[in-house]
């Protein structure tokens, strides 16, 4: 499995951006996909799962009524709408399938691309 993603880049705080994850290879995770962050010195973070069967979303609180997660399968990609950015949105954002996501417990992640940068400036 291939996981690409794209679509990061330097905005302004205020701006929006769309992240696209294409997927090639085997199937995908008939669990979920999403998307997780990671900046600098700091610890990943989950920004949103979408079931791939019945198609609940997830979000993590900081990205909640900005951040909207889609895919469309036809093209076997998935999408992750960021409006409304902050600079403390500044990380590298990765594309990822799950085992698991959903309380009790914390997203569990099997595979993940090589990310996109995506910087928010003040």
């Known amino acids: 499995l291939q996981l690409v993603e794209s679509g990061g880049g330097l905005v302004q705080a205020g701006a929006s951006l769309r992240l696209p994850c294409t997927a090639s290879?085997?199937?995908?995770?008939?669990?979920?996909m999403g998307w997780f962050r990671q900046a600098d010195g700091k610890r990943r973070e989950f920004v949103a799962a979408?079931?791939?069967?019945?198609?609940?979303?997830y979000y993590g609180d900081s990205v909640k009524g900005r951040f909207t997660i889609s895919g469309d399968n036809a093209k076997n990609t998935l999408y992750l709408q960021m409006n409304s950015l902050k600079p403390e949105d500044t990380a590298v954002y990765y594309c990822?399938?799950?085992?698991?996501?959903?309380?009790?417990?914390?997203?569990?992640?099997?595979?993940w691309g090589k990310g996109t940068l995506v910087t928010v400036s003040s």
């Open positions: 290879g085997r199937t995908i995770s008939p669990y979920a």
């Open positions: 979408l079931r791939t069967v019945g198609g609940d979303t």
């Open positions: 990822a399938e799950l085992t698991w996501v959903g309380p009790p417990r914390d997203p569990v992640y099997s595979y």
